[in-house]
């Protein structure tokens, strides 16, 4: 008996030492610690009338009674008197389709949403009103999302490793599919319904054929049908020469009626499978995938083709703009723009164009895209990078829904603000089978910050990102308003500190070669020009930065007049974007009044102190946190101090052997030599070898 009581304990303990895993996300349904809430809380869902009689409306009611279950440590009766949370299905003006209010209607609670995917948004909206332990008793809320498509992209190939993917192997087990569904499936789906998402690319845009053929049709079918009840939609990747890979045809020419009836049949058989199949994602033409170029036709002829197989079923074509040429010997920043902006009003109505931030490559910082707002013919998607393909991986904590806003809120000065030229957000996933998701507990923050702020943005001025890490931060860890705010404030300055010590100043694709982990501002030798970061920063003893204005490659021509202005004059040019406009000398004067080279060493060392900054303010959160996820973002920090000093000490270093300035009197100095630096080779880095 005596030994049964101890196992018991033992196990019980076991199970609380295990519990904070990371596992559980933002979704944590735990007893809420304040005792006059909890009971005003009890007391307001002391009964409950939701019918579910649909396999969403099903999954509503069970994530409802899941999370009261464990927030409030009962569920309310499904009758009888008492306060009573109603649900119910009604249209209203002023939403949209997948909207929802929450309102206190005499002492109830009554959600209701024109459409069952509302009601499923509804019941996750008010589980994290309970969960940040806001008021509940004068409800007056109507919530629609902002833009209509808010996908999360993911870059896993067959073989289940993750191109870019710092978090494990895919999340898909496809060698078990269909057959066996992870729990994982649900729960990634549960994930993110909580934020809006609602649909998912599975495999990525450097796309296998065999995607298309049955077998792994039905493997798709099945993880569709995990997500369906959540709202969330199937898309696929295809690679453009699919009729010729799997089809037998010899040409994927789109104007070729072989080549279009082959696509047709195509999707009326995914479309057996998946009813509510998304549409198709397509990487054409760009980094060597194959696409309407090799036929001569254009990225429009491409796109409608597709558009025209799709059409019947109400699917899309998502066609991405990041395009950039060997051939051509034009600034890349201006490729894309080139070639998009003369097809504007040619695609299908079914056709999405999807456009990255900026025009390079998800660097750590980048002015917007020349295309928003240039094609308004055109609906457009904006793609950001959850994954940290150019910000350390999963290995540094960086918040990166301030440098999404940038985007967001940046003034096309054609149609407003990028938020008001798109339909949509694509976010490359940050996802793997790591147990938490994410690799850093903090990326689990970019995934739940792109969800949110795709719901919320659309041109409304505000700033999202400090009120999204809030929730987050509540959610993910404690509602202590003063630990609440020391990991904020740690989030929000987290992605200028690694600019700082990474690429400050408009410094931009200066990393390590492929694997892009780590400094390489000295590579010269890879096998295209503008895969070497002296194409992009092209120091010389006169100076720094490349020259983007009409004495250079005038990539500024291709804004509107209001955006250029902003940037166009080396003096004015705000510093943070000064090196990627302009071509500098090392004594140009800054903003700050100091030289260049002199803000360049201040940047870099404040970079640095500032990840010691994270580390000691992690460091006196140490009580407040449980000591499994305190310690394992503890370790990354520690990580990241060392990148952060490689970064500063590797750049400097080179780059003074063009400035020929000494680095800061009183500044640590570097504790190896540049030559040590560039001969520091990573082996078997995460996220490349395909
Ligand atoms: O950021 C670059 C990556 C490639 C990626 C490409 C793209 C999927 O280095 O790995 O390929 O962009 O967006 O297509």
């Keep these: 008996m005596k030994r049964t009581v101890f196992l018991g304990l033992f196990l019980l303990l076991l199970n609380a030492l295990q519990a904070e895993d990371g596992y559980r996300l933002w979704l944590r349904y735990d007893l809420i610690d304040n005792k006059a809430l909890l009971q005003q809380y009890r007391s307001a869902l002391s009964a409950m009338s939701f019918p579910a009689n649909s396999p969403m ?3 509503a009611r069970n994530e409802l009674l899941l999370g009261l279950q464990g927030l409030l440590g009962q569920t309310p009766r499904s009758s009888g008197p008492g306060n009573t949370f109603i ?4 249209n209203q003006k002023d939403l949209s389709p997948e909207g929802f209010t929450l309102r206190t209607v005499q002492k109830n609670i009554v959600l209701t949403a024109p459409t069952e995917k509302g009601i499923l948004y509804g019941v996750f909206h008010f589980l994290r009103l309970l969960q940040t332990q806001q008021p509940i008793d004068h409800l007056d809320i109507a919530s629609s999302p902002a833009l209509p498509y808010r996908i999360l992209d993911h870059w896993d190939n067959l073989n289940r490793r993750v191109e870019r993917g710092y978090a494990g192997l895919s999340l898909w087990d496809w060698f078990t599919l269909p057959t066996y569904k992870d729990q ?3 729960d990634y ?3 993110n319904a909580s934020i809006g998402i609602n649909g998912t690319v599975l495999n990525n845009v450097n796309a296998s054929p065999y995607i298309l053929t049955p077998d792994w049709l039905e493997k798709a079918a099945s993880l569709a049908d995990v997500f369906r009840p959540y709202g969330i939609r199937v898309y696929l990747s295809v690679r453009f020469s699919s009729p010729m890979d799997i089809g037998g045809l010899h040409t994927a020419d789109p104007l070729d009626p072989a080549v279009r009836e082959w696509w047709r049949k195509k999707a009326d058989e995914i479309y057996r499978y998946i009813p509510d199949f998304g549409g198709f994602l397509v990487k054409a033409n760009s980094e060597g995938q194959p696409g309407p170029q090799n036929y001569g036709r254009t990225h429009a002829d491409g796109a409608n083709m597709l558009a025209e197989a799709l059409e019947p079923h109400q699917g899309i074509i998502i066609w991405r703009a990041f395009v950039y040429s060997n ?8 490729q894309a723009y080139t070639e998009f902006k003369p097809l504007d009003g040619q695609f299908h109505k079914n056709v999405l164009v999807q456009v990255k931030n900026g025009p390079i490559d998800f660097q750590p910082r980048e002015p917007f895209h020349p295309l928003f707002g240039a094609m308004p013919n055109t609906p457009l998607l904006l793609e950001v990078q959850l994954t940290q393909e150019y910000l350390g991986f999963s290995s540094h904590l960086v918040y990166l829904a301030p440098l999404f806003e940038e985007c967001l809120n940046a003034d096309t000065h054609i149609n407003g603000t990028v938020s008001k030229t798109i339909k949509g957000m694509a976010g490359v996933a940050n996802i793997g089978n790591d147990r938490n998701w994410c690799g850093h507990i903090f990326a689990q923050a970019n995934w739940y910050a792109f969800g ?15 009120a999204i890490a809030t929730e987050w931060i509540r959610q993910t860890f404690t509602n202590d308003p003063k630990v609440v705010d020391s990991i904020k404030e740690m989030m929000m300055a987290s992605r200028e500190i690694a600019v700082n010590y990474m690429t400050p100043l408009g410094l931009h694709h200066i990393m390590a070669y492929e694997h892009h982990y780590g400094p390489g501002p000295w590579l010269a030798n890879a096998k295209r020009a503008d895969w070497n970061p002296v194409y992009y920063h092209k120091a010389d003893t006169a100076g720094v930065g490349f020259d983007r204005t009409p004495t250079g490659s005038n990539a500024l021509e291709q804004y509107a007049p209001g955006a250029r202005t902003q940037w166009a004059d080396s003096n004015a040019c705000p510093d943070q974007w000064l090196l990627w406009w302009h071509h500098v000398s090392w004594n140009h004067r800054m903003h700050t009044g100091r030289t260049l080279w002199a803000e360049l060493c201040r940047k870099y060392y404040a970079g640095v102190d500032s990840v010691r900054w994270m580390q000691r303010r992690w460091n006196a959160l140490r009580p407040a946190i449980d000591p499994e996820r305190w310690q394992q ?6 990580i990241q101090e060392k990148n952060a000093v490689e970064w500063r000490n590797a750049c400097l270093l080179y780059f003074q052997t063009f400035s020929r300035q000494p680095l800061p009197e009183t500044a640590e100095r570097p504790d190896h030599t540049l ?3 560039q001969q520091h080779k990573i082996d078997y880095a995460p996220g490349t070898n395909q």
Excluded at 87 to 90: A, D, I, Y
Excluded at 327 to 334: F, G, K
Excluded at 633 to 638: C, G, I, N, P
């Design 57 to 59: 409306l099903a999954a």
């Design 87 to 90: 649900v119910r299905l009604e």
């Design 675 to 677: 030559e040590y630096y």
């Design 452 to 466: 949110r702020l795709a719901w919320e943005t659309g041109g409304k001025a505000a700033p999202y990102s400090a």
């Design 633 to 638: 973002v503890d370790m990354r920090l520690a």
């Design 189 to 191: 789906a549960r994930a």
């Design 184 to 186: 994982r499936y649900t």
């Design 327 to 334: 051939e051509t010997p034009e600034d890349r920043a201006r």
